[in-house]
């Protein structure tokens, strides 16, 4: 019901920056390059976008929002005085996390089709991704969350790990341009499984997505679980 109130402004937030990185490499660089993977340039980063979304969203909303309930606004606190348990509070952050990020990748996927990115295959299939990957980095940001001591703390988070999942991942050129001990990295982001499974539903490639779905489910479920877990350890009293 809050959140109603500034959908508008929050959707904005989320979507101008993945289509405004669309817009100046994806048409811009774009049409100095040749074919990158198969396909027109802005073709590939289409598909990245609408990934780095679907990491941005989410871990916006677990991370600074999430924080302001639990530890600004007390929000939690009240909630617990219910007979709702704290693990039901985690898990509720981390759909609605997951849903923002679902209502931002969906804008995106929304704009490369005006742009005739894309077919109904791939529109429809890109969903089974989608969710999976919201909930997963929910659950990372709701990790961070925990131990958070204030909000000047997810600044580390962003610089060492989203930062470089955006930009290694292949969301904007191959991972085979790395270096061969950078790509063995980057090959393991969260951001590359989803990467990698959306491009292969792009390209009509299913060879590898079940493995990739698979990949993904477990890192959602490690993310939550240990949300829940060092979560409760911030609540426990102490001594």
């Known amino acids: 019901m809050v959140w109603r109130k500034l959908a508008l402004p929050s959707l904005l937030g989320n979507v101008v920056d993945p289509v405004m990185a669309l817009m100046a490499f994806g048409l811009g660089l774009g049409s100095m390059l040749p074919d990158v993977g198969g396909m027109p340039y802005l073709n590939y980063l289409a598909v990245g976008a609408v990934c780095i979304s679907a990491m941005n969203a989410p871990t916006f909303e677990a991370l600074y929002s999430a ?16 007979p709702v348990r704290l693990r039901e509070v985690v898990l509720g952050e981390c ?17 490369i089709a005006l742009l005739g990115i894309g077919d109904l295959q791939f529109w429809l299939l890109a969903w089974l991704v989608l969710v999976l990957a919201c909930l997963m980095f929910a659950g990372f940001g709701l990790c961070v969350n925990a ?32 270096p061969s001990w950078l790509q063995i990295i980057a090959d393991y982001m969260p951001l590359s499984v989803v990467v990698d499974a959306l491009r292969g539903i792009y390209a009509r490639d299913f060879s590898a997505l079940p493995a990739l779905l698979m990949q993904m489910a477990v890192y959602s479920a490690s993310g939550i679980g240990l949300a829940i877990y060092l979560t409760e350890r911030r609540f426990k009293p102490k001594g």
Not at 67 to 82: A, L, P
Not at 149 to 168: A, E, G, Q
Request: charged share 10%.
């Open 67 to 82: 924080f302001s309930r639990m530890h600004t606004q007390k929000t939690w606190q009240v909630i617990m005085n219910t």
């Open 95 to 111: 759909a609605w996390a997951a849903s923002k990020g679902l209502i931002s990748t969906g804008a995106m996927l929304l704009i």
């Open 147 to 178: 131990r958070a001591p204030s909000y000047d703390f997810f600044m580390f988070y962003f610089t060492l790990v989203v930062t470089p999942m955006t930009f290694l991942s292949g969301a904007f050129f191959p991972r085979a341009q790395l």
